[in-house]
């Protein structure tokens, strides 16, 4: 048991440290370590991340309608209401807006917003505006995460909201530039790049 219990534990630092090459934008590398650790015994949290993990995954891949089913996998460990805690439903939100679903996607949002607003942190509440703007295109949504977040610790968080509200403010040049700097001091190269080619092409 004691062999077991080891190895449950093991797992899950390492998908916690396996979320990073999906931000750094290497798909290629998250999937080969994701795979690795596939078959690795898991129970309750650790069942939990590779579920969130692999579904991040899946959507970064564009890959919507099969992140569905790896969150469904993981309801029955679900047990915490605390939205920093678990990021399921926020995936969930993101997998609907890919599949065109946007409607179920806003309505999971509102839900969320409501639980992260209860908890009170500017990174979660920030992070659901957040996403929230981006699926419904609207600026107040995204100046509103980028405020909240300019004073957070949540500096990856803050460059997408910077990123995300680019695109809908006058001044998109000045804010793509800010998300391009400080997605670069995160090491999140994939959002760099893409935030690089943006302001290639912008005013």
Not at 38 to 52: A, K, N, P, Q, V
Not at 109 to 135: F, H, K, N, Y
Not at 138 to 165: M, N, P, T, W
Request: charged content about 25%; aromatic content about 2%.
């Amino acid at each position: 048991m004691a062999d077991l219990g080891s190895q449950c534990r093991a797992a899950v630092p390492r998908l916690v440290r396996h979320r990073h090459p999906v931000d750094q934008g290497d798909l290629v590398d998250a999937r080969r370590l994701l795979e690795e650790i596939r078959d690795s015994l898991r129970f309750g949290d650790g069942i939990r991340l590779f579920g969130e993990v692999e579904a991040s995954l899946l959507i970064a891949e564009g890959r919507y309608e099969e992140a569905l089913p790896a969150l469904d996998a993981i309801d029955p460990v679900l047990q915490v209401t605390n939205p920093g805690w678990r990021g399921d439903r926020l995936l969930r939100a993101r997998a609907l807006a890919g599949l065109g679903e946007q409607a179920q996607a806003v309505a999971l949002l509102q839900e969320e917003l409501q639980a992260a607003r209860a908890w009170g942190t500017p990174d979660l509440v920030g992070r659901t505006l957040r996403l929230l703007g981006e699926i419904t295109a609207d600026a107040d949504h995204l100046r509103a995460a980028v405020e909240l977040l300019a004073g957070s610790r949540a500096r990856l968080e803050y460059a997408r909201a910077l990123a995300a509200l680019g695109k809908h403010t006058a001044n998109g040049r000045a804010v793509l530039t800010q998300g391009e700097d400080l997605a670069d001091q995160c090491g999140a190269h994939g959002l760099r790049s893409a935030l690089a080619s943006r302001l290639d092409v912008v005013q």
